[in-house]
């Protein structure tokens, strides 16, 4: 007896099917397609399961890993059972047929093509079942496609087809197979076709639902369209100009991430603006680049030594890098700063080799490196946002160091503040870093914007919303 079909290669097992024999044939593929569609799925479920998305499909988890369960345990071993059994079974029968073709004794050729028939229907029972397999399978792997890990619905959607296929093969082996049996057989072929004359209902049904779950993702892509059309229109706007105006640069990107957010954030849509300043993601989800933060990260100067950065965009290869060495503040800024650079300028690698955490006036700096700090400041700290938290905390659109803003600060006069802080910038640092503000608690505006004391007192200073 020959050895099992699976313990062959792939490639064995190919050169098996285009071989021209009959062994292994057509029902033992439209198997081996449902045991590839049960292995996907499997798969798909496999990964949605994983910690780090789990909680994404906590709703669904349970449901995904009992289907999970009925493949592993149930259909898979079922398929995989019928893939040898057809070929095997389908072998009795053409054996037969050639007995019988061969036989000149008329009685036993008789009797050869009874027992060729008897083994037929035999047959004709195999992928039936295969088909009631890949059925249930299908059904599963469109469950999978709406709740499963959605950015592995291609293998979904391949499990889903590949289990139909095998069912549209079923049907065609089975109504090939019944024309081997005349009128007196009639109740018997009968039988066969009202079968699988549901059979094929159920396949265009399943057909069908596999086409919606193409449309899909046919809608999908092209809800994106608007996001690739809007953030090429920008490049186009502000890309490598003599003069650009960083902060109309800044305004329009924002308008267009806050316009597009649903796209951008699948899950989690921000709630209010300050939720969409993540330059990181903006980066990768709208840009396309690759991101990551390292320990520590370096380029090689002319002398062949390791010059460390704070950050690096390489705009040939999509790839911003940030270092881990410096604070969050400093991460964020260079995040942005590097987001302004992609957005802004066409120069193949930037790097920035001093941590800052707000932009701030330094001799011999090129003007590339400025626009970009402008940008970081314009990203991080919009100044409608910036304009509308300050009066929202301090009631005024300008706090003046005088006696009433200084008794809001818990009872302070003003003598003493100017003693305290002795400067504008000083003032300036306790404003946006307080919590308390005429006897209210609220959260500070550094906090607030998530960056540092020093970046937002910079920042009102540059919006003129305080004196001293």
């Known amino acids: 007896m020959e050895s099992d079909l699976l313990d062959k290669t792939v490639r064995e ?16 593929a439209a198997a081996f397609q449902g045991m590839v569609s049960a292995k996907l799925i499997s798969t798909v ?7 780090k998305r789990r909680h994404i499909y906590a709703n669904n988890i349970f449901e995904l890993l009992d289907i999970q369960k009925q493949i592993d345990s149930r259909i898979y071993p079922s398929l995989e059972d019928l893939f040898q059994f057809d070929s095997e079974q389908f072998d009795k029968t053409i054996k ?7 036989e000149e004794n008329e009685i036993k050729k008789n009797q050869l093509r009874i027992e060729a028939l008897r083994e037929l229907k035999i047959s004709i029972s195999i992928p039936f079942q295969i088909a009631s397999n890949c059925k249930e399978l299908a059904e599963y792997a469109a469950i999978v496609f709406d709740k499963g890990f959605k950015s592995a ?3 979904s959607q391949v499990g889903l087809s590949g289990s139909i296929s095998a069912i549209s093969g079923c049907i065609s082996i089975i109504r090939l197979n019944v024309l081997s049996f005349n009128s007196d057989e009639y109740d018997y072929t009968n039988s066969v076709v009202n079968k699988v004359d549901q059979l094929d209902i159920d396949y265009q049904e399943l057909n069908n639902l596999a086409t919606s779950k193409i449309e899909v993702l046919k809608n999908e892509f092209n809800q994106k369209i608007p996001l690739f059309e809007g953030i090429n229109l920008i490049l186009k706007k502000y890309r490598n100009r003599s003069y650009i105006d960083v902060e109309e640069c800044t305004r329009e990107l924002q308008n267009f991430i806050w316009k597009n957010r649903k796209l951008i954030w699948r899950n989690n849509t921000p709630k209010n603006h300050l939720q969409i300043l993540h330059p990181d993601i903006i980066l990768k989800r709208v840009l396309g680049y690759d991101y990551f933060s390292s320990s520590n990260y370096g380029v090689l100067t002319e002398d062949e030594d390791i010059n460390e950065v704070a950050g690096l965009i390489d705009q040939t290869n999509k790839l911003v890098v940030v270092s881990k060495k410096y604070s969050n503040e400093v991460q964020r800024f260079t995040a942005s700063h590097e987001l302004g650079h992609a957005l802004m300028h066409s120069q193949p690698i930037m790097h920035r080799d001093i941590p800052a955490d707000c932009s701030q006036n330094r001799k011999t700096r090129s003007i590339t490196e400025i626009q970009a700090d402008k940008f970081a400041t314009n990203f991080l700290m ?57 006897n209210g608690e609220h959260t500070s505006l550094s906090n607030l914007f998530n960056v540092s004391t020093e970046a937002m007192a910079i920042r009102i200073e540059e919006l003129n919303l305080m004196k001293y």
């Open 13 to 28: 097992l190919m050169h098996k099917f285009g071989a021209g024999n009959h062994k292994p044939g057509s029902g033992s």
């Open 96 to 102: 037969l047929r050639k007995a019988r073709d061969n």
């Open 45 to 51: 479920i496999s990964l949605t399961a994983e910690e």
């Open 153 to 155: 619905r291609g293998d």
């Open 382 to 438: 919009p100044k409608k946002l910036v304009i509308m938290e300050f009066e929202k905390i301090f009631k005024t659109k300008f706090l003046n160091l005088d006696d009433d803003t200084a008794f809001k600060f818990r009872g302070r006069s003003v003598a003493g503040m100017k003693k305290e802080f002795k400067n504008l910038h000083e003032f300036s640092r306790m404003v946006v870093s307080t919590e308390l503000f005429d």
